[in-house]
């Protein structure tokens, strides 16, 4: 019985499906393969967005991705360049592909920025912690969306 109402109440937190095990670091408004709302309420900021791409201790997205006419001396190709990326997908679609991309992607080497982890895969002081804030996530979606020089 208990295991029955478990199941129906989790319905509501969508934990019934297969994919159960992932669990973005608050709670997310999924529609298909977007995020439809921002995790902060309100938009980013497109410039704060640029720093958290190329920073080495925030997202340090220029790892693995390029985008045409970013100045800085090294860009990754491991992921698609990133250059067009508004004219592709919605903003929803964006934020998605940076809080999940596992959830996309499940065997993608793109890390899951928004994902709160279990006590096997960080220290126990990072416990629940997602790699970027939902404000710095909400940055980057300004930035990639907006359209590039
Ligand atoms: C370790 C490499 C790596 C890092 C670091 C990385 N990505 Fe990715 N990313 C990928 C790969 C690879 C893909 C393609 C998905 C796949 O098939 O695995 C991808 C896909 C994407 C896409 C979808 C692109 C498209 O054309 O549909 C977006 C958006 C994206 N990444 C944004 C980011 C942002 C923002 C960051 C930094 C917070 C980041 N990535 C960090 C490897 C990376």
């Not at 309100?42 to 791409?53: H, S, W």
Request: charged share 25%; net charge negative.
């Amino acid at each position: 019985m208990r295991v029955v109402l478990g199941c129906a109440m989790s319905i509501w937190l969508a934990a019934c499906q297969p994919d159960d095990a992932y669990q973005f670091a608050s709670d997310v408004e999924v529609e298909g393969d977007a995020i439809v709302r921002s995790l902060e309420g309100k938009a980013g900021n497109a410039e704060r967005g640029l720093t958290v791409f190329t920073d080495r201790d925030q997202g340090h997205c220029v790892l693995c991705h390029a985008i045409e006419g970013l100045d800085v001396e090294f860009q990754g190709d491991v992921g698609p360049p990133l250059t067009h990326l508004g004219d592709r997908l919605t903003e929803g679609q964006i934020r998605m592909r940076i809080a999940g991309a596992q959830k996309i992607w499940p065997e993608t080497v793109m890390p899951s920025y928004y994902r709160k982890h279990g006590l096997n895969r960080v220290g126990r002081e990072y416990l629940g912690e997602p790699a970027l804030s939902a404000q710095q996530i909400e940055d980057l979606v300004a930035y990639l969306s907006s359209p590039k020089a």
